[in-house]
């Protein structure tokens, strides 16, 4: 299951954009909060002031030249990620100890989403989140990438599954413990939130989907639709499928619309899904909600 081009591009850019500013701004999201307890989801905890990612506040260079060479990585131009990407191995190869390696991690993640190369994305990702835990960008990013990747022959699908959903609750349940940064307006700040929030509720109703848990899976397709601001068309898709397999026919059909409704190569799969849901609608009863 792949990525629609166009949802792939601005997920992207938002994500960059709002990592960079976080950095700029010399803040960073608060410490996790636990794992919450049945009920107390949605409630934030009490928060505590994590050491912030900036220059300033960094250990002390080994030398001029990492300086010059992170800078290297830092200039390249984004019209040319292949080639920043090797700026960046490049860099990590020669200081393995960098204080810059969570940026170039970061980055790295981003950039090999937008490739669908999904292990060398875990395997970046994994490397950063050691170093820094509560990127929540970057924990809705793998949340919602690894249960659309999977097939047959992926190893330990349930342990897949496992760190999918862990990593998408804990990008929504730091969230909250961002602060806008000054150099942004609140319509920025906003929308780049709702991206990252879209993706790890993406994530949370991918896997339930996958585990064949179709009506836990709606709500959460339902918000990432409502909160992304260039609705995947992957997410339509899913929600049509989980409400056609929940017997929910009209609404299957409503999702499978909005799916059509998007240019993309889903837009025939989709049709084909409305003309289902109206068959199964009119020969089964529909189920409560």
């Given amino acids: 299951m792949k990525h629609s081009s166009n949802g792939l591009r601005m997920t992207l850019v938002l994500s960059v954009w709002l990592f960079a500013c ?164 609140d319509e920025q700040f906003v929308k780049a939130r709702n991206m990252t929030s879209a993706l790890a509720y993406s994530g949370l109703g991918t896997v339930a989907f996958r585990r064949g848990k179709f009506a836990d899976a709606i709500p959460n397709f339902e918000k990432a639709v409502q909160m992304d601001p260039q609705p995947d068309p992957v997410n339509f898709y899913l929600l049509g499928l989980c409400n056609e397999k929940a017997s929910h026919f009209d609404d299957a059909v409503t999702a499978f619309t909005k799916c059509a409704d998007i240019p993309g190569g889903l837009q025939a799969a989709c049709k084909s899904g409305i003309d289902e849901a109206k068959k199964l609608g009119a020969t089964q009863l529909s189920a409560p909600k």
């Avoid at 009490?46 to 830092?74: G, H, M």
């Avoid at 395997?123 to 820094?132: F, G, H, M, N, Q």
């Fill in 22 to 185: 976080a950095l700029a701004s010399g803040q960073a999201p608060t410490t996790a909060p636990p794992n919450p307890t049945p009920g107390q989801e949605n409630k934030p905890s009490t928060q505590q002031q994590a050491a912030p990612l900036t220059l300033e506040s960094a250990p002390a260079p080994v030398s001029a030249e990492e300086d010059a060479a992170y800078k290297v990585f830092n200039d390249a131009p984004s019209d040319d990620p292949a080639k920043k990407d090797q700026t960046g191995i490049d860099f990590l190869q020669k200081y393995p100890q960098s204080r810059y390696r969570v940026q170039i991690y970061s980055w790295q993640v981003r950039y090999y989403f937008s490739k669908n190369q999904i292990d060398k994305m875990e395997a970046a990702a994994d490397k950063e989140l050691e170093l820094y835990p509560n990127d929540a960008q970057t924990l809705a990013i793998v949340g919602s990438a690894l249960p659309r990747a999977m097939n047959a022959s992926t190893p330990e699908p349930q342990k897949r599954l496992a760190k999918a959903e862990q990593y998408s609750q804990k990008a929504l349940d730091l969230l909250p413990t961002f602060s806008k940064p000054d150099n942004i307006t």
